[in-house]
């Protein structure tokens, strides 16, 4: 059995404590693993700041202006994309908190972040706009979810990548559960999943890498319903009837809290050590 230790600690640095996450036996998560263990013998740290998503951490005033903030500075340093009609919804302020006008404004960084990051020499204060762009965005997503509770999203920098098998995607699972740490989405756009439950205007871009990113799950339990409107979904974009287990649908589930754990000793415990480490620890016990 392996233990994966994620610390945590005060705001001043001078208290720590850890979450300790019992790794599942597949494939996947035993390869994630190899992957941080790697990535960080040769540097790479966890982002320990603004990891936190959920309804009542952040006001919904304060995310809406950064919104607008980072919409402005796309205006004035991307002129020819932000004069496109396809961005008419997103112009007028105060932006709207509603799913199709963050779906539009998550399009628009589709469009500039990746052309910006394969430049040869890219502008880093555009990067870091447009990376505040998305994480907002996906806040304010989480503030208006009428699921309980919050979730971590943390990076590895300079994370080591992998590809997903297609034997590998039978790991991922439409549902989600409070406790869980799950293999983090790390490409630009979304997936079946979003697409299907957003009715999100582009193509979806399935989970085929892995890296070191994850996400500690303390929203409540979601049993995901819609089999059958799914498959029928998939149907209809492939124009051929598709093996759901075949594609990598959900998330994939690394490892599970171990401890007497509750939603109120879980908030406790962020209070105290709301800043996440830098380097994740596993154990192997016998």
Same mark, same amino acid.
Request: charged residues 20%; contains cysteine.
């Given at each position: 059995?392996?233990? &994966?230790?994620?610390?945590?600690?005060?705001?001043?640095?001078?208290?720590?404590?850890?979450?300790?996450?019992?790794?599942?036996?597949?494939?996947?998560?035993?390869?994630?693993?190899?992957?941080?263990?790697?990535?960080?013998?040769?540097?790479?740290? /966890?982002?320990?700041?603004?990891?936190?998503?959920? =309804?009542?951490?952040?006001?919904?005033?304060?995310?809406?202006?950064?919104?607008?903030?980072?919409?402005? $500075?796309?205006?004035?340093?991307?002129?020819?994309?932000?004069?496109?009609?396809?961005?008419? =919804?997103?112009?007028?302020?105060?932006?709207?908190?509603?799913?199709?006008?963050?779906?539009?404004?998550?399009?628009?960084?589709?469009?500039?972040?990746?052309?910006?990051?394969?430049?040869?020499?890219?502008?880093?204060?555009?990067? &870091?706009?447009?990376?505040? %762009?998305?994480?907002?965005?996906?806040?304010?997503?989480? /503030? %208006?979810?009428?699921?309980?509770?919050?979730?971590?999203?943390?990076?590895?920098?300079?994370?080591?990548?992998?590809?997903? =098998?297609?034997?590998?995607?039978?790991?991922? =699972?439409?549902?989600?559960?409070?406790?869980?740490? /799950?293999?983090?989405?790390?490409?630009?756009?979304?997936?079946?999943?979003?697409?299907?439950?957003?009715?999100?205007?582009?193509?979806?871009?399935?989970?085929?890498?892995?890296?070191?990113?994850?996400?500690?799950?303390?929203?409540?339990?979601?049993?995901?319903?819609?089999?059958?409107? %799914?498959?029928?979904?998939?149907?209809?974009? $492939?124009?051929?009837?598709?093996?759901?287990?075949?594609?990598?649908?959900?998330?994939?589930?690394?490892?599970?809290?171990?401890?007497?754990?509750?939603?109120?000793?879980?908030?406790?415990?962020?209070?105290?050590?709301?800043?996440?480490?830098?380097?994740?620890?596993?154990?192997?016990?016998?």
């Amino acid at each position: 059995m392996i233990k &994966v230790l994620v610390p945590f600690q005060s705001s001043d640095g001078k208290q720590r404590s850890q979450l300790v996450y019992r790794l599942h036996d597949h494939s996947l998560a035993m390869r994630w693993m190899t992957l941080v263990k790697t990535s960080q013998k040769f540097g790479s740290t /966890y982002e320990g700041q603004e990891v936190f998503f959920g =309804s009542n951490i952040f006001p919904l005033n304060e995310l809406l202006s950064t919104i607008e903030e980072c919409l402005d $500075y796309i205006k004035v340093h991307y002129p020819s994309e932000w004069e496109k009609s396809r961005w008419d =919804s997103i112009r007028s302020k105060p932006f709207p908190a509603e799913q199709n006008c963050l779906n539009i404004a998550h399009v628009l960084f589709e469009q500039i972040f990746p052309f910006e990051k394969a430049k040869e020499d890219p502008d880093h204060a555009s990067l &870091v706009v447009l990376s505040r %762009l998305n994480r907002t965005i996906h806040r304010v997503e989480a /503030y %208006l979810s009428k699921m309980k509770g919050f979730f971590i999203e943390a990076n590895l920098t300079f994370t080591l990548m992998g590809t997903i =098998s297609s034997e590998e995607n039978q790991f991922f =699972s439409v549902d989600r559960k409070w406790g869980e740490l /799950y293999l983090s989405y790390c490409h630009v756009g979304e997936s079946y999943l979003q697409i299907f439950a957003q009715n999100y205007p582009s193509a979806p871009v399935p989970q085929t890498q892995l890296s070191g990113n994850i996400v500690l799950a303390f929203q409540e339990d979601a049993i995901f319903c819609q089999h059958q409107e %799914l498959q029928t979904w998939l149907n209809q974009y $492939y124009k051929k009837t598709v093996n759901m287990k075949e594609i990598p649908l959900g998330s994939a589930p690394l490892a599970t809290l171990e401890g007497e754990w509750s939603e109120d000793s879980i908030e406790d415990f962020f209070r105290t050590y709301p800043v996440m480490g830098s380097h994740i620890i596993f154990e192997e016990q016998r």
